[in-house]
């Protein structure tokens, strides 16, 4: 078995992050990336709001910065899925990957970041990837000139409704409640956009179609007024949820919605373990503080691998 000083466990902003500061403090470190690099910020078009690029950066760009800075330090990059960690209390802790193949670590970084969380709703499994989806970059062009909904009220979903304006021909955007949790700017860029109705305090009950959706069944929450709105897509951004299910059993302490619970030095319940990103039970969600819980984590593992020499 090939031994590391560190594995981290996840490609997104947060592992990339943690693989620079891990080779330029001169580890022998290790990332395992599932599914590609990039994590969700590949699932958007353009990045704002992360500092040093006025005018924004396209997220591919951002993505391939990160990765191209990560390697230059002698970072190895492979990928494999993590299936789980054994021996994980031990000094050296064993990675097994869904292949079958196994790393030994001293320091575990989880940076397995989270998921588009589903609206749960009747017709949402049925019709996912015939109209109801979860990205708006990835599928936005298949909607040039539909009508489809958005789903939610968060920054993800106002972000994604200026995005997908630039297919759709109609776009309703329904809530469940009258505020927003999006910040004020991005929900007045929405607000300027003709072609999208708010359709608030109103929930979705179900995703009506044959072969793909042709329209949802709503309901007002407040009045219990029912009605169909004929459209050709949905898509959904109402939330996250931890990638934490390879995690299951291992003793890391996470919260009820299963997030990992870490202190201020990003260390888990366990020794030599380390969590970083949207992994995290925090509050703020972002590729800011994703670059920013790496590095305080990255740091703090070449601190416990020196006091372990
Ligand atoms: C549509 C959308 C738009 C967004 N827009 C913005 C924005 O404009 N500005 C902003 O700051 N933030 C934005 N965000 C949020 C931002 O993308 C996240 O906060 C950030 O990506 C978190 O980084 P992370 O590395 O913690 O996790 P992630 O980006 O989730 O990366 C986790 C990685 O771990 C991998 N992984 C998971 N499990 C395993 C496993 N078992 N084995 C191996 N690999 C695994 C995943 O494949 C993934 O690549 C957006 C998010 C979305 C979905």
């Keep these: 078995m090939e031994v590391f000083d560190t ?48 005018g924004g950066i396209a997220a591919f760009e951002l993505v391939e910065r ?35 193949e196994t790393f030994g670590a001293k320091a575990i970084i989880i940076a397995s970041g989270a998921k588009a969380r589903k609206a749960n709703v009747h017709g949402e499994e049925e019709f996912k990837a015939r109209g109801v989806s979860y990205c708006g970059t990835c599928d936005g062009a298949f909607f040039k000139d539909k009508v489809i909904a958005t789903l939610g009220g968060g920054d993800t979903c106002f972000d994604e409704t200026v995005f997908l304006s630039r297919f759709a021909k109609k776009i309703y955007l329904i ?19 003709d072609k999208v109705e708010f359709v608030l305090d109103t929930v979705i009950d179900e ?24 459209l050709d897509g949905v898509f959904v951004f109402v939330g996250l949820d931890p990638t934490t299910a390879f995690l299951k059993n291992s003793g890391i302490a996470m919260s ?20 970083a990103g949207d992994v995290t039970e ?28």
């Design 66 to 100: 990160m990765e191209a800075q990560a390697r230059e330090f002698c970072g190895r990059i492979e990928t494999l899925e993590v299936q789980e960690i054994i021996d994980i209390d031990k000094p050296l802790k064993t990675v097994v990957c869904s292949t079958g």
């Design 256 to 275: 009820s919605a299963g997030y990992i619970m870490v202190n201020p030095n990003m260390e888990t319940n366990i020794k030599g373990i380390y969590a």
């Design 282 to 309: 925090k509050s703020e969600r972002q590729i800011a503080t994703a670059v920013g819980d790496a590095t305080i984590a990255a740091c703090q593992v070449i601190k416990y691998l020196d006091a372990m020499k």
């Design 175 to 193: 809530h469940r409640r009258q505020g927003f949790r999006a910040a004020p700017i991005a929900v007045d860029r929405v607000k300027k956009i």
């Design 7 to 54: 594995i981290v466990i996840g490609g997104g902003p947060a592992g990339l992050t943690a693989l620079l500061y891990l080779g330029r403090g001169l580890t022998n470190s290790l990332l395992l990336e599932g599914f590609g690099v990039g994590g969700q910020v590949i699932l958007t078009d353009t990045i704002e709001n992360y500092a040093g690029f006025p």
């Design 207 to 230: 995703i009506i179609g044959t072969k793909s959706v042709e329209g949802v069944n709503v309901r007002n929450v407040i009045t219990n007024e029912k009605k169909t709105i004929a």
